[in-house]
């Protein structure tokens, strides 16, 4: 059974920080996916991950990927107010045309 | 392109009640999922359908059920409603599978009193 284990699950920071959030799998997996949750909103898509070694970025985020750790991470450049949201990370468990989800990371970035 | 649209987006109910809530995917979209989000237990896989199909599960009582129209439109169903299942219900749909990239709809908040 496919398990996604975020950490941290909390993280208040500074802004002008940088920081990352890890995300590990249990399982092979072909995509991993990074989603946002603004307080009291919908979950939006980050970043897809495909491949071995694939580097996303936009902004002050950047999503890599390692499948042969079984890790991503979102890394946060330069933390700004706005990037205060709640990140998730989801993994494709190949054969059951689902999504693992983890828990979440709650980031808090103070002015 | 319309995103994701959800009805309602707030719901009151009482204990022992029952409730529908419905999704309309982005066009073209044939793969809907549901979820449950709570403080507690963070967001949780309900069910996906596909072609009106219902092709995954999650681990839910019978008292959650759903269905999907032909035109990917889907709703789902929670029958004898508890305290605990008071949460925000989030649709999502994607084109093939929910191992696509998935959007969100807005959400339903579901308080049960």
């Known amino acids: 059974e496919l398990k996604v284990e975020q950490n941290p699950l909390f993280l208040s920071m500074q802004e002008g920080k940088n920081y990352t959030i890890y995300c590990n799998y249990s399982?092979?997996?072909?995509?991993l996916y990074w989603y946002r949750q603004d307080p009291g909103k919908s979950l939006e898509s980050l970043f897809v991950?495909?491949?071995n070694g694939a580097v996303k970025q936009e902004g002050r985020l950047m999503a890599s990927l390692d499948t042969k750790a079984r890790l991503s991470t979102l890394h946060i450049t330069a933390a700004v107010h706005d990037l205060s949201a709640t990140y998730f990370c989801?993994?494709?468990?190949?054969?059951?045309?689902?999504?693992?989800w983890g828990a979440g990371t709650k980031l808090i970035i103070k002015p | 392109k319309a995103g994701v649209t959800q009805t309602p987006r707030y719901l009151i109910k009482t204990r022992g009640q029952q409730v529908t809530l419905s999704c309309s995917p982005i066009?073209?979209?044939?793969?809907v999922s549901w979820y449950q989000q709570t403080p507690g237990q963070g967001l949780q896989f309900l069910f996906e359908?596909?072609?009106?199909?219902?092709?995954n599960k999650g681990n839910f009582p019978g008292r959650f059920s759903g269905r999907q129209f032909s035109n990917s439109r889907s709703e789902m169903n929670v029958s004898t409603l508890e305290l605990g299942d008071s949460a925000l219900y989030l649709c999502?749909?994607?084109?093939?599978?929910?191992?696509?990239?998935?959007?969100f709809g807005p959400g339903t908040r579901l308080t049960v009193l």
């Open positions: 999502a749909s994607s084109l093939a599978t929910s191992a696509d990239t998935q959007y």
């Open positions: 066009s073209g979209h044939r793969s």
């Open positions: 359908y596909f072609s009106e199909t219902q092709r």
């Open positions: 399982t092979t997996s072909d995509r």
């Open positions: 991950l495909l491949s």
């Open positions: 989801a993994v494709d468990e190949d054969s059951n045309y689902q999504l693992i």
